[in-house]
Structure formats: C-alpha cells, structure tokens
C-alpha cells in the first residue's frame, strides 16, 4: 500500500502538464508566465524526475542506483515524447525536439540530485 501512495506525487505531476500541454499557445495563463520556455521544462521535468524517484523506497536506490536512475530517466523522457507529441494537436503549439533535450536534462539532473540527497542522509 505504501508503494501506491508513493506514486500519487508522480501521478499528480503527469497531469498538471498533461493539462498544460492541452492550452493552446495564445493562452493567457501559459503567456503569463515568464521564465523561458526551456527553463519551464526543465523545472517542470526536474519535479517530475523527484516524484518518480521518491516513488521508490531508498533502500532500493542504494542497492541499485543505475537501474533505479536509468529506470526513471526512461520513465521521464518517455512521458516527455508523449508530450510533444500530444502538443502537435494542439492549436498555437508544435512539438520541439530542444524540449526534449531539456526534460532528458532535466531527469538526469533529478536523478543526481536525488541520489546525493539519499546518500548524505544515510
């Protein structure tokens, strides 16, 4: 059960940019905001990266820390693809192969930050 719970995070973060991704490109909400659409990703991706690793206990991450990282790296950079993907159908947005590099950048950076994190607080 508490495994399931752990995931909630992760689930709650997909559908944000799932309803992110569905606004069209002259909204005014995604217009509002004005740090740079890279760093947007990278921050929305680099959150999406920490909920996918608190998804899994600590002890499995320092058992297995490249798997575990590799896992959530795939996990991120597929969801990634799938959200360009989907912006293609959305009036205003288009996808972009330099977001992609920056969710990829982000995920990385999340799995680094999050495994110095476990193993200072071990």
């Known amino acids: ?9 992760a689930i709650l973060v997909m559908a944000a940019l799932f309803m992110l991704s569905t606004l069209p ?5 995604l217009n509002s905001i004005h740090l740079g ?13 920490i909920t996918f690793c608190i998804w ?7 058992a297995k820390p490249i798997i ?7 996990l991120c950079t597929l969801f990634g693809i799938s959200d360009e993907y989907h ?3 959305v009036p205003g947005r288009s996808a972009d ?6 969710d990829f ?18």
């Open 25 to 29: 490109g002259n909204d005014p909400f």
């Open 56 to 62: 899994i206990s600590s002890k499995k991450w320092l």
């Open 87 to 89: 912006q293609t159908f």
């Open 97 to 102: 192969l330099y977001d992609l590099a920056v």
């Open 105 to 122: 950048a982000a995920s990385i950076t999340a799995v680094l930050v999050y495994f110095l994190f476990i193993k200072i607080k071990k």
């Open 68 to 74: 575990y990282g590799i896992f959530v790296i795939v």
């Open 1 to 9: 059960m508490k495994n399931i719970l752990r995931i909630i995070p």
């Open 37 to 49: 659409d890279k760093i947007e990703h990278f921050i929305a991706y680099f959150v999406l990266g």
